[in-house]
T-cell receptor, first 113, second 120 residues
Framework: EPEVTQTPSHQVTQMGQEVILRCVPI?????FYWYRQILGQKVEFLVS????????KSEIFDDQFSVERPDGSNFTLKIRSTKLEDSAMYFC???????????FGSGTQLSVL | AQKITQTQPGMFVQEKEAVTLDCTYD???????LFWYKQPSSGEMIFLIY??????QNATEGRYSLNFQKARKSANLVISASQLGDSAMYFC?????????????????FGKGTLLTVNP
């Protein structure tokens, strides 16, 4: 069964450093998303990416965040200068034309020290 | 704005029994969709079941069924014949359409989740 793949599974970084979280969505999917979950809290939408551009972003997704789909298969989330409060589980998801729901990757646990 | 409410922070059930996890929602949209996801301790998000607002019948997927009561704005998850492997956090979520994609591009608004523990 096809699945969304995320790497790395864990990332530890120093405050102020740049990190890139990587995702390989399901190959025939058209819509790509990043969500995050701070420990013990609910999952929050960050950004939606469709047709090679951002279609929607939340207030969390400020200028420190960016997304790219550089080669038609990978989908990346970059945080330019990490803050302590960026520590969270980051989920990539992708979906096709119709429900059921978006399929999520297994997540990247980001720890900012 | 959409809102999902899960009022049960934790639930306990005996193995082989059925359990209902509550979810209520609030939206002004006429067309919407409701989802349930399972998050085991390993952290991944596993899609369980989906109900569209215009679906006349309640969704079912194996041991999972969704008790959809539109007038009450509730979408409770029923797990029949609970198994030890069902112990996990369960999230209810609602779809909100985004621009582009003809309604297939959407974001999910999640509830706070219910931690289900299945006792042997």
């Amino acid at each position: 069964e096809p699945e969304v793949t995320q790497t790395p599974s864990h990332q530890v970084t120093q405050m102020g450093q740049e990190v890139i979280l990587r995702c390989v969505p399901i190959s025939n999917h058209l819509y790509f998303y990043w969500y995050r979950q701070i420990l013990g809290q609910k999952v929050e939408f960050l950004v939606s990416f469709y047709n090679n551009e951002i279609s929607e972003k939340s207030e969390i997704f400020d200028d420190q965040f960016s997304v790219e789909r550089p080669d038609g298969s990978n989908f990346t989330l970059k945080i330019r200068s990490t803050k302590l409060e960026d520590s969270a589980m980051y989920f990539c998801a992708s979906s096709e034309y119709t429900p059921p729901g978006a399929l999520f990757g297994s997540g990247t646990q980001l720890s900012v020290l | 704005a959409q809102k999902i409410t899960q009022t049960q922070p934790g639930m306990f059930v005996q193995e082989k029994e059925a359990v209902t996890l509550d979810c209520t929602y609030d939206t002004s949209d006429q067309s919407y969709g409701l989802f349930w996801y399972k998050q085991p301790s390993s952290g991944e998000m596993i899609f369980l079941i989906y109900q569209g607002s215009y679906d006349e019948q309640n969704a079912t997927e194996g041991r999972y069924s969704l008790n959809f009561q539109k007038a009450r704005k509730s979408a409770n998850l029923v797990i029949s014949a609970s198994q030890l492997g069902d112990s996990a956090m369960y999230f209810c979520a609602m779809r909100e359409s985004l621009r582009g994609g003809g309604g297939s591009n959407y974001k999910l608004t999640f509830g706070k989740g219910t931690l289900l523990t299945v006792n042997p």
